[in-house]
């Protein structure tokens, strides 16, 4: 073999190489691509999910916060529906203690009261021997229908009259018109009867009545408020 055979087979040679690396480095290239594409794809996927984690996460936190503040309108408005309803309540029951007040205006009417609660007092007591406590206002019309009122309890039960001690202590007077009694002692009228012994006592004033008759009549009152506010 010649100069010119051996030159040509490393030519050959040269070029197998040479295409042999380019089709490598081609190989390389598109492999590399791929994987650069494929990475790409699941970084802009996973970008994805975290923007709309993100973007729910926001949106319960909103949706959690409507909740909230819904829950905090409604809970106010609740508070200033009770609280108006309070304050009607309470101005029913004043309004029912100034009607109270003005029994005492008509005599004859209330004395007979008087009598008629000396006698339900007698009756709930059942004792021979009770201790009265009126007003001091009242004592001298107290004084005139205890005998008359000794005699309709001993009728009605058939028994022997009671003995009736009108007690030196006084019940409070009546509230003045014109003043906050909120926070003072006062009696509207009607009296206080107890067992010889102090042990039993039964109220009979026009206020503890009025406050029995209140609670007792209170949740058809607060059905009737709740009633007007709904229609």
Known sequence: MNDGDVSKQIQQMVRFIRQEAE????????????????????????????IKQE???????????KKIEY????????????????ELVTSIKE??????QRLGNDK???????????????????????????????????????DEAKREYADKFNVAPPKIVIDNVSLPPPPPADVDHAHQSYCSGGVVLASEDGKIVFENTLDARLEVAFKQKLPEIRRRLVGQGGA
């Open 108 to 146: 004859r009417g209330y004395k007979n009261l008087v009598k008629a609660l000396v006698v339900q007092s007698l009756a709930r007591l059942r004792e021979p021997s009770v201790l009265l406590r009126c007003r001091e206002m009242d004592r001298k019309l107290v004084e005139s229908i205890i």
């Open 71 to 86: 829950s905090m309108q409604l809970n106010a408005s609740r508070i200033k529906v009770l609280q108006a309803q309070e």
């Open 95 to 100: 309004t029912a203690r100034k009607e109270l």
């Open 55 to 65: 973007y729910e996460r926001k949106g319960k936190q909103v949706e959690i916060r």
């Open 23 to 50: 089709e490598k480095a081609n190989e390389i290239a598109v492999s590399a691509e791929e994987e650069f594409n494929i990475e790409k794809l699941q970084i802009v996927e996973a970008e994805r999910r975290k």
